[in-house]
C-alpha cells in the first residue's frame, strides 16, 4: 500500500490535479443528474384510487345568467370508485334571492356532482350579507332545497349578540336562521 501511494505522488503533479478535477466533475455531474430525474418526475405519488387531482380550482354554477355559487379550493381530488370531489381549503360564495352574498370556508370539503349539494368540516365559517359570523364543525349545503344544515354545536356572532346552540337550519329562501338544540343568547351592553 506504501508503494502504490509513493508511486502516486512521484508522478508529475500535473497528473494529480487532472485526475482529481475529473473526479469533481464527474461527483457534479452526478449530482446534477439525480436533481434533474427528481424534478422530472411526475408530481407527489398519488393513491392508486385517486384519477384526477386539481390544484387552485375555482368553479363557478350559474342559472339564466345569474351567479349562483362560486367554489375555489386550494386543492381538488377525483376518486375512481367515488361520484363525489374531496376538497381542500374551502371558500364558497353563494348568492342569495336578493343577490347578496353568504360566504363558507372551511379545511376540507366534499362537492358531489354537478353542485348540487357540498359538505364542509373542520373550522367551518359562515359569513351572511349582515355581517352576522356563524363557526361549526361540519356543515352540508343542498342547493336544490336552498338549505344549510349542521348537526354540531354552533355559535353566532351578530354585533353585540352571541349566541349557541346545538344544531342549525339556515333556509336561504326565507333568509332565516333556526338553532334546534340548548339554544343560549348573551347580549352585551
Given at each position: 500500500?506504501?508503494?502504490?501511494?509513493?508511486?502516486?505522488?512521484?508522478r508529475?503533479?500535473?497528473?494529480f490535479w487532472?485526475?482529481?478535477?475529473?473526479?469533481?466533475?464527474?461527483?457534479?455531474?452526478?449530482?446534477q443528474?439525480?436533481a434533474?430525474?427528481e424534478?422530472?418526475?411526475?408530481?407527489?405519488?398519488l393513491p392508486s384510487?385517486v384519477?384526477l387531482?386539481?390544484?387552485?380550482?375555482?368553479?363557478t354554477r350559474?342559472a339564466e345568467g345569474?351567479?349562483q355559487?362560486?367554489?375555489t379550493?386550494?386543492?381538488?381530488?377525483q376518486?375512481?370508485?367515488?361520484?363525489r370531489t374531496?376538497?381542500?381549503?374551502v371558500h364558497?360564495l353563494?348568492m342569495n334571492?336578493q343577490?347578496?352574498?353568504?360566504?363558507?370556508t372551511?379545511?376540507?370539503?366534499?362537492?358531489?356532482?354537478?353542485g348540487?349539494?357540498?359538505s364542509?368540516?373542520s373550522?367551518v365559517?359562515?359569513?351572511l350579507?349582515?355581517?352576522?359570523?356563524?363557526?361549526t364543525?361540519?356543515?352540508?349545503?343542498?342547493?336544490a332545497?336552498?338549505?344549510?344544515?349542521?348537526?354540531?354545536p354552533v355559535?353566532?356572532?351578530?354585533g353585540k349578540?352571541?349566541?349557541?346552540?346545538i344544531?342549525m337550519?339556515?333556509?336561504l329562501?326565507?333568509?332565516?336562521?333556526?338553532?334546534?338544540?340548548?339554544?343560549?343568547?348573551?347580549?352585551?351592553?
Amino acid at each position: 500500500m506504501a508503494d502504490l501511494i509513493g508511486k502516486l505522488f512521484r508522478r508529475p503533479p500535473e497528473l494529480f490535479w487532472l485526475t482529481m478535477v475529473a473526479a469533481l466533475l464527474a461527483a457534479f455531474g452526478l449530482y446534477q443528474y439525480r436533481a434533474w430525474q427528481e424534478d422530472s418526475a411526475e408530481g407527489p405519488n398519488l393513491p392508486s384510487d385517486v384519477e384526477l387531482v386539481m390544484h387552485d380550482l375555482t368553479a363557478t354554477r350559474s342559472a339564466e345568467g345569474a351567479l349562483q355559487w362560486r367554489l375555489t379550493a386550494r386543492q381538488a381530488s377525483q376518486a375512481m370508485h367515488e361520484d363525489r370531489t374531496q376538497l381542500e381549503a374551502v371558500h364558497m360564495l353563494l348568492m342569495n334571492q336578493q343577490g347578496q352574498e353568504i360566504v363558507i370556508t372551511a379545511d376540507s370539503g366534499t362537492l358531489l356532482p354537478h353542485g348540487d349539494a357540498m359538505s364542509v368540516r373542520s373550522n367551518v365559517e359562515i359569513l351572511l350579507p349582515d355581517a352576522t359570523r356563524l363557526r361549526t364543525d361540519t356543515l352540508a349545503y343542498d342547493a336544490a332545497a336552498a338549505l344549510i344544515t349542521s348537526s354540531d354545536p354552533v355559535t353566532i356572532e351578530a354585533g353585540k349578540l352571541s349566541t349557541t346552540g346545538i344544531g342549525m337550519q339556515i333556509e336561504l329562501k326565507k333568509r332565516r336562521v333556526t338553532l334546534q338544540d340548548r339554544v343560549r343568547a348573551v347580549a352585551q351592553p
